[in-house]
């Protein structure tokens, strides 16, 4: 089985569970008379949303690159997520404004019952098996997509759990706003969530390097390579989860052509063992000692 259909695999299994959890707190949320449950719910269908960006993005970069789109559909997550964090964001407005209306009003609901307590029990438990195995498996194929859905199990558990907190004081002290009052907390957590999203995919549309350390990585991996000297101009852009790496190196200028080209090959190598998820290498050699003042683009090693 391919990472692609691992992938595809591992976000059916969220969907299917993470919808049913949904559906149950969402409804037990109302039967219960939980709107902290609910919001639960909510974030949770976020999930599955998240879910479906991750396998309708799989499914299109595994498409090849052509002449429209020759460096592949990669960033098609990109794009549907900023789309996600838009819907995620509404959702999140919905909840503070409908929590804080009732308890500006004082219009709060009747206690929640313990009922609302063993759906949220229930919640943490399958959300912490499911962040487990996607954690275990996206280390195991190297799928940086797994790996991050799993963290974000982990932050809706910790979610869950004051989720919890918050029912079990309202049921305790008979008093409906505390039970509110956590809602407005979890709107406010999805709002962040939606603004982290926007963030990140916009960070990745503009080219940002997250971990500048790569750099260092790059010039370490130049380093091993005899004959080859002074990186420069060195430019790394985010493709989903893949690298696009791009630098200027210099030769002796008196190299064959063939022996030139075996070199770039040495370079490439010894970056891609330095660095993960490598996408492409774009090599310029140029004689050593050659200066050109109008470069203005691109990292270079400090002396």
């Known amino acids: ?24 707190k969402v409804v037990g949320g109302h039967w219960f008379n939980s709107l902290a449950v609910i919001g639960d719910g909510i974030d949770s269908s976020n999930d599955v949303a998240t879910y479906v ?38 959702i999140g407005a919905q909840l503070v404004f409908t929590s804080s209306q009732s308890l500006w009003n004082g219009s709060h ?15 943490v438990i399958i959300k912490f098996m499911l962040s487990f195995w996607h954690m275990k498996k996206g280390k195991s194929i190297k ?18 759990l004051s989720v919890l907190l918050g029912i079990s004081l309202s049921i305790y002290f008979g008093k409906g706003w505390i039970d509110h009052a956590l809602a407005l907390v979890v709107g406010i957590w999805i709002l962040k ?14 080219d940002m390097v997250d971990d500048t350390a790569v750099y260092q990585k790059i010039f370490d991996a130049v380093d091993q390579v005899p004959q080859v000297h002074n990186p420069h101009r060195v430019r ?12 200027d190196v ?18 490439e190598n010894a970056i891609k063992k330095k660095v993960d998820n490598v996408y492409d290498i774009m090599l310029h050699f140029e004689p050593i000692g050659n200066v050109e003042n109008e470069e203005k683009f691109g990292v270079r090693l400090q002396p």
């Open 1 to 24: 089985m391919t990472k692609e259909q691992e992938i595809i695999r591992a976000s059916w299994v969220g969907i299917g569970i993470n919808t049913l959890l949904a559906i149950i």
């Open 53 to 90: 960006v991750t396998l309708v993005a799989a499914r299109i970069m595994m498409r090849p690159p052509d002449p429209k789109f020759p460096y592949g559909y990669n960033r098609v997550e990109a794009i549907a997520t900023k789309l996600l964090s838009f819907f995620i964001f509404f």
């Open 109 to 123: 609901s009747a206690t929640p019952s313990k009922e609302a307590v063993y759906i949220t029990i229930a919640s």
């Open 143 to 160: 799928s940086k997509m797994l790996v991050a859905n799993a963290i974000n199990m982990r932050n809706d558990i910790v979610l869950s």
């Open 193 to 206: 969530v939606a603004f982290d999203l926007f963030k990140e995919t916009s960070t990745e549309l503009m």
């Open 236 to 247: 790394v852009r985010r493709l989903s989860n893949l690298l696009m790496i791009d630098l």
């Open 250 to 267: 210099e030769v002796d200028p008196d190299l064959p052509m063939k022996e030139v080209h075996s070199l770039g090959v040495e370079v």
